[in-house]
């Protein structure tokens, strides 16, 4: 029974999960939007709106937390100078998940994760 898991596996180890994880993180943050199954939009809303949230602290301590999780330093720049800046004034919510209906292949449910603007 899975009481009080609430992350999601994706029938993959620990370590190909988290870098999936980081890899879609890393993505949504460089293209502001991008286009992938359901499941996985949910479970990188948290960490995406994480990495927002240290990028408007704007400490050095903050931007080294959130290089160590993305993986392109380019990617943590426009973070810190261009992404957080725009949120300055609001607290949370700053993505959106838009269902987009099953994918023609393999009939997966596939979303649309954006940032606000």
């Given at each position: 029974?899975?009481?009080?898991?609430?992350?999601?596996r994706?029938d993959?180890?620990?370590?190909?999960?988290?870098l999936?994880?980081r890899?879609?993180?890393?993505e949504?943050?460089?293209h502001?939007?991008?286009t992938?199954t359901e499941?996985?939009?949910?479970?990188?809303?948290s960490?995406?709106?994480?990495?927002i949230?240290?990028?408007?602290a704007?400490k050095?301590?903050?931007?080294?937390?959130?290089l160590?999780?993305?993986?392109d330093?380019?990617?943590?720049?426009?973070?810190?100078?261009?992404?957080?800046?725009?949120?300055?004034?609001?607290?949370?919510?700053?993505t959106?998940v838009?269902?987009?209906?099953?994918?023609?292949?393999?009939g997966?449910?596939?979303a649309?994760?954006?940032l606000?603007?």
């Open positions: 029974m899975r009481h009080q898991v609430s992350s999601r994706f993959r180890p620990t370590g190909p999960r988290q999936m994880i890899n879609l993180v890393t949504v943050l460089d502001t939007r991008i992938t499941a996985k939009a949910k479970a990188i809303r960490p995406v709106e994480k990495m949230t240290l990028g408007k704007g050095l301590h903050h931007r080294r937390q959130a160590s999780f993305i993986t330093e380019r990617v943590v720049d426009k973070l810190f100078a261009e992404v957080a800046p725009r949120y300055a004034q609001r607290n949370g919510g700053y959106r838009i269902k987009l209906g099953p994918r023609s292949g393999d997966a449910a596939m649309i994760i954006e606000v603007e």
